[in-house]
């Protein structure tokens, strides 16, 4: 039987956990012709990277940062990964390319029992990360409030999305009464891992629900804030583990083994919890 192939791409690449996450998924469920590698590609040559991908045969790939919008150029996006801006997995037998992150996203909040419909929602950050999680929100009835350094960019990402919100200081958004909060920033990241991108001069709503996408510390300052303010907290190793396994069904066209992904990934970054 041929090798099925599927890869990550990104510039730089390295430290993807995808590859460990998805080949320990493969084996689980005993696709043992299945493999998942990691190439880095450096943005000029993205088109002819995924073309050169598919006339070799592979099956399918995740994109990440810096290509997922470049990626929509690429491929037969579908009307989520064009809403969202974005591109994170593209099955080559159709070309088509998708966004897992909004799902995985907001799977991994109702897996945390967080309920949004109706609810104020924070979001630090206008990038990426923040249309995903903007998008999903926003069609799951909840009342956006987003918080970036850059608030044009942030009233950008609203009209873009056809999403009502407001742009509000960090100050301003604990006044809306909101209780969840959701960093969409990489701030707080490895090596800085004593920034947080909730400012040290305003106190945290009480009782907060905040969901760190970062998961390099697996415990940042952010997560400490959150705790100290007597509310819950939770990194962004789920929505990982929950977008890599919507793009698995997506290709092997089987159901994946989500404990074993969230098990590799907690095991690579030496996580005991
Ligand atoms: P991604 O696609 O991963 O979301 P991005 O598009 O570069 O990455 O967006 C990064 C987000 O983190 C932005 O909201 C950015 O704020 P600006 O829009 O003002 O640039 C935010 N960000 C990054 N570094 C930051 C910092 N040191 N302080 C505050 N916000 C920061």
Redesign the pocket.
Known sequence: MAEKRVAAIGWPIEHSLSPAMHNAAFKAVGLSDWSYDKFAVPPDILGLSLREMRDHGFVGCNVT?PH?EEALKWTRADELSQRVGAVNTIDFRTNRGTNTDVQGFMDDLRANDVVVADQPVIVL??????RAAVYGLAQAGAHLIVV???PE?AERLLADLFVKGQVLSAAEGVQTGAKIIIN????GMQPKVT?S?WPDNVAMPEKPFVYDMVYRPARTRLIEQAEQAGGRAVNGLGMLARQGALAFTLWTGVDAPLDVMLNTLREALGMTT
Do not use: F, I, Q
Request: hydrophobic residues 30%.
């Open positions: 940062v997922k950050g206008a990038g990426g990360a923040a970036n350094r850059t960019r969409c920033t990489s701030v920034e991108p």
